[in-house]
């Protein structure tokens, strides 16, 4: 395999992503330039068990993801597209235990979906995956570079799909890399499905046989079946594309019914020429770069720029936190002094499943109405989706005689802003543990139980999944927000005339924001239940503990908070109004309210926070903590009602304080 990509694109095909004819495309085009199916993988170099081991020491498996650093030298930020012998194995092992445990459930003749981000080690790792799913007579549809809703609703969309593997570390640095498998539903393994495959793996690994079965199955490759999958990429990737069309209009306008698509999209055209918006992608190379985002967001009215739009043109370091939106910052500012009409712009994260924002902030709370870029951070974007979308959800409702409760699922840190929203709605907030597939089953729980389910995510993470999609998605993102700043009522011609989510949140009586009809999106953000939350990304989110054993943490955490309340709860009072708390524990899609290790199972890996309430038995506050699924850090968080940072930060800190006192017993 050649250690550079063939980018070599014609001028004008670039950006054309309504039918996949994207510099991607025309490098899956030229794969057998890249692709050697007669070579042997393991021709030159054939690992140790000994080497085997240390490579899957690092290696980090929870129901978000597989990660590990898979450069060579174990530099998190190298470019290099070469990954180690040993890496193959561990690659080659994933691709035996997916096919194991598909046919453990009965399915003989399984055909998967298998695509990557645009990682340089990511064609590496497929590479392997596909050698050993055609040695084991899997039928496979391979797409390469294609962002994870895409392969995701192609896959929930495919009769005969029976599941899907793909190759990403999401948000974490260019040097790493990972897998994430899942069903025919589209939907990333959680639950016991993902503990079973990880245990199989386990299993697995443990045995110096594995690589004898691995280089073997790379071995005797079939090279003809290898080309078919090869020249059958161009044909998936676009079909892929245009499912993923078809699916995020139905997802976007709540229905399968092409008319009552049509006449979504019908609405909101008409009121994006009442209110133009401009909307600026900074895809930073991403899998994103090869999806359907221009062609889709202009065929909607939109006005659009995308920039960093080739595969693998990473350009900035790949979360979309903090520093790394400046790009897009300054990008939109330079757009906006040439049409005032751009005001909103995102970036992806390497698999494009979320995207953080950046808009133009118009507020007057500093009495300068002057553009300015500003970043929404992920908490306020989760509580913008969820405002759209509830309000989308009643009027679907309207007329039709459903009585079905509605309900919004979240993620244990999610700021308790959501339940101010939610409230507004007349639904009620389920929280599960940390992890977008813990979201989704507890999703599924609650629509077998009557319960409307149309927006639920992450809210600390960014991002937002809009039923029936079971990902999250950044296109879907940006038209939840087009119908707060789009639809505004009283429009001529605009089949949702009576649409006006702004309106209805003013008179809910939970803000105390007065509407005006010149709103802008600085105005929207403003007139949320104000919450001051630490941000997922930041230094202080992030702990580096010596305990390994996590339910000892807990459990010594616990004594020393015991301590902490008692001399710290006249203070509490006095500056906070704080008066009471309660401890809840999240593990899977479960939330056990109550004091000490018998509300925890298992490891006792999930989060664990302490809700604070005032003398109204009104919930103001919490503090949380988890170690993390996919990198060795132990993540904490706090979450203070008011826009206060002084109550934030102390509460931050002492949760710290707390931490590091139980780390050191």
Known sequence: MHSTLPWEPCPGVMNCNHCGDTAADLMVQNSMNYYEPEHDPFSDYIPTFGELTDAEKPLILSASGWRKIFAPEGDEES?????????????GAAALCFVEFLRSQEIQHPLVWIACDSRPTGPGVLDIMLRVFISLDVKVKATFITAAPELMSAVKLDNEAHGFAYITASHNPVGHNGLKFGGSNGAVYGGAYSAELISRYKALLKSP?????VTELCRKTDVDTYRSILESVPTFKKRAAQKYSGFTRQVVSGSEEPAKQAAFFEGLKESLKNTPTGVLGELNGSARSTSIDRHFLEEAGFLVEM???????????????????????DLLLKANEKNSAFTLGYVPDNDGDRGNLVFINRSSRDGCNAPAPRVIEAQEVFGLVVLAELAYQEYLSRGTGLKEPSAVVVNGPTSMRI???ARAFGAE?????????????????LRTKGYQV?????????????????VRDPLDTVFSLSKLIAFRGKQEQNRMSDFNPYAQWCRSGETSAVYTPDFNLSQVLESLPPFTTTSAYEAEAKMHIKTRDHAALKRHWEEVFLEEWEH??????????????????????TARTGFGHEYRSGSEKGGLK????????????FIWMRGSGTEPVFRVLADSYGRDPKRHEWLLQWHRSMITSADSV
């Open 568 to 589: 710290n709860k006249e203070f509490l009072r006095s500056s906070y109004g704080i008066v009471s708390w309660r401890e809840v524990n999240y593990e899977g899609t």
């Open 610 to 621: 302490i809700i604070f309430s005032n003398e109204a038995g009104e919930d103001t506050d």
């Open 454 to 470: 149309r927006i639920l995510g992450e809210g600390s993470n960014g991002g937002n999944i809009t039923h029936p999609s079971t």
């Open 429 to 445: 907030v389920f929280r599960a543990e940390v992890g977008e597939a813990n979201a989704v089953n507890l999703a599924e729980e």
């Open 209 to 213: 046989a594995i690589i004898e079965r």
């Open 307 to 329: 920039h960093n739009d080739t595969p693998q043109e990473i350009v900035h370091p790949i979360v979309p936190e903090g520093k790394n939106l400046d790009l897009c910052r």
């Open 419 to 421: 339940e101010g929203i």
């Open 79 to 91: 470019t290099t597209p070469d990954i180690s012998a040993a890496d193959k194995v561990l690659a």
